[in-house]
Each structure stands twice: as C-alpha cells, then as structure tokens.
C-alpha cells in the first residue's frame, strides 16, 4: 500500500524511546509532520534531527514533529540524548509504519538484504489526511527544509 496526498491515515501504535506504546491518535486535532530515518548514528539522520529539531517554534502553531526509524527503543533514548532534541523518537522496529507509509529501503550502506526506513516526509493535517509526501531518491539526500517549513507555516 502507498499512502498518498488525499489519504487518511490509520491509527497505529509504535513504542517511543522510553518504550512507551503510543498511537497516532495521540496526536489527533494537531498537524503532524513524521520524518523517517534510515538509521539513528548516521551523519545524515543525524543532520536532519538537529535541523528539524530547530523547527521546534511551530509548537506554537499546534504542529508534532515526529521522528521514525527502525532502531530499537534503546538506540533511540540514546540518540535522542545524544543528539539533545525534543523530538519524539518512534522505533518501528516490527516494520509496521514503513510499510503502511510506503517507506522502505534495502541495501543501506550496501548492506544487500538490511531493511531500513527511505528518508520520507510527511505532513498530517489535524483531520489525520496525508497533505504532504516526500521521498528521497536516496537516503543520503535531505528534504528542501525552507520548502517544508513553508509548507507548514504556509
């Protein structure tokens, strides 16, 4: 399945990197913007943590930033703290969100068979429907940030 500008989301749980069970719908009656990660550790993820973590202000626009990746919890508590971001970490470790979202990758680092999350962009508007997708070419690119910022803010 591929999810689309246009497409309702469905509410999923995942563990955050206190290795909580949260779901979707936590998040409801707010604007969502999920980034998913290759991998925590990495340079490039890291780069997009620290960079969207400085979109923190649009809190103030009633906006969630969420991260996703397939590491496990613990990796994640500790990039979160390495990395010192606000950012909810979410490890979809059993693959269930990059395959609903239509965000794998294999072969990360050249690893043939590894399956990891494609570094994707996604805006969810505060009534749970997809307003926005991006997908890399390759994980090693980032988003446009001033294009994603003005997306949300515009």
């Known amino acids: 399945m591929s999810l689309n500008v246009g497409d309702a989301i469905k ?62 919890p613990f990796v994640l508590k500790n990039w979160k703290k390495q990395t010192n971001t606000n950012i909810t970490l979410l490890s979809d470790f059993n693959y269930e969100l990059i395959e609903y979202f239509d965000s794998q990758f294999t072969g990360l680092g050249g690893l043939e068979d590894y399956q990891s999350a494609n570094r994707s962009i996604f805006i969810i508007e505060s009534d749970g429907v997809v307003s926005y997708r991006w997908d890399a070419d390759s994980p090693g690119n980032l988003p446009d940030f001033d294009e994603l910022k003005s997306k949300i803010t515009g």
Request: charged share 30%; hydrophobic share 35%.
């Open 11 to 72: 509410d999923l749980s995942i563990y955050d990197s206190e290795k909580q069970l949260r779901k979707l719908s936590e998040w409801s009656g707010k604007r969502i913007l999920i980034a998913f990660f290759p991998g925590a550790y990495t340079g490039v993820c890291d780069d997009e943590l620290c960079t969207l973590d400085e979109f923190r202000d649009l809190e103030d626009l009633n906006v969630e930033i969420l991260g996703i990746t397939v590491d496990s």
